[in-house]
Structure formats: structure tokens, C-alpha cells
């Protein structure tokens, strides 16, 4: 398996688990004790993504609007429905961005 295909799993599997805990979030199950787990895994995607995105050379360009629409979460507040929209977006963009740089 080349570098680019792990990195690529990797951070899928990260966004997958910030998508679960921001969706627990969501609903109210965990608010007290899971903030700080989702604001990491949220950095950790973020840096992921990139890394991914490097690794993959110039296909790694498909990773970009991922990699813009993850940095303009923090501009959406928590709780709101633009959030989650945002956060579906990313996990779209990201998804394409995986078949291209694949």
C-alpha cells in the first residue's frame, strides 16, 4: 500500500469519527465530556488531510476544497444548522477528493 493510500484511509477514518462525536454533539448525548475529544480530532483531520494531500503530489490537488471547507468550520457556530450542512459538505468534498487523489 504506497503512503498516500494510508494517509488518505487514515484521515477518512479520523473524519469519520469527528463526524460521529460532532453528531452526538448534535443531539445532545455527550456535551460535557466530549468537546475537547472533537476539537482534537478536528485538528487531527485537518492536519491528516493535508498530509494526505502532500503525500499524493499533484493529485493531492483534489483535496484542496476539503482541506478549505474543513478551515472555515471555526466560522460556523456550534449547535447551528450551518455547522453540520458545513460539516456534511467537507465529508462530500472530502470524498471526491479521496477518488481523485486515489
Do not use: E, I, Y
Amino acid at each position: 500500500m504506497a503512503p498516500r493510500h494510508l494517509a488518505l484511509l487514515l484521515s477518512a477514518g479520523l473524519l469519520a469519527l469527528l463526524l460521529l462525536l460532532g453528531l452526538s454533539l448534535q443531539l445532545g448525548w455527550r456535551r460535557d465530556l466530549a468537546r475537547w475529544p472533537h476539537h482534537a480530532l478536528f485538528f487531527a483531520v485537518c492536519a491528516g488531510v493535508l498530509v494526505a494531500g502532500l503525500l499524493a503530489g499533484l493529485r493531492g490537488l483534489w483535496l484542496l476544497p476539503a482541506l478549505a471547507l474543513l478551515l472555515t468550520m471555526p466560522r460556523t457556530k456550534p449547535g447551528r444548522a450551518n455547522h453540520w450542512q458545513r460539516a456534511l459538505l467537507c465529508a462530500a468534498a472530502f470524498g471526491l477528493g479521496v477518488w481523485g487523489a486515489w
